[in-house]
């Protein structure tokens, strides 16, 4: 719960409460107006309202997202559980390399230049993991 009242939080929950004010007051508007003749203002005043509603639900998921929080690593054996967030968020994220599958040759046996080049440029890239595909030499 904590996790709601920090200086952001406050924001948001502050913004929420503005602009649903705010649009209610609106719809509000609509609605005398609409009474005194303006027909297309019951359109707006239909719209406020909706508008609101949806301040109130995106509000009302970022709690809930921010409540679950994370999911919890598993526990390995030597980690104390109350450090295993601050752990998981230390740990670098491990990518293994993609391994490429080389294309067959022709069925003559040999292969054509641009095979070649391809081939070659795969390799490369399997030998390479974290390299970039604009830093081959080639």
């Avoid at 005194?36 to 359109?43: D, L, Q």
């Avoid at 679950?68 to 109350?82: I, L, Y």
């Avoid at 740990?91 to 040999?110: E, F, Q, T």
């Amino acid at each position: 719960m904590k996790r709601l009242w920090t200086p952001a939080w406050i924001a948001r929950h502050v913004a929420m409460v503005v602009l649903v004010t705010g649009f209610l007051a609106l719809g509000w508007w609509q609605v005398s107006r609409a009474a005194a003749g303006n027909a297309i203002s019951w359109g707006y005043a239909v719209e406020w309202p909706i508008f609101a509603g949806f301040v109130v639900f995106v509000w009302w998921r970022e709690v809930r997202h921010t409540l679950r929080g994370p999911a919890a690593p598993a526990d390995t054996p030597g980690e104390a559980s109350a450090d295993a967030p601050q752990a998981a968020a230390t740990r670098p994220v491990v990518r293994r390399p993609v391994r490429v599958a080389r294309v067959a040759a022709a069925a003559d046996g040999g292969e054509d230049g641009d095979l070649a080049a391809y081939n070659h440029y795969l390799q490369w890239l399997n030998d390479n993991p974290g390299a970039k595909p604009g830093d081959y030499p080639g």
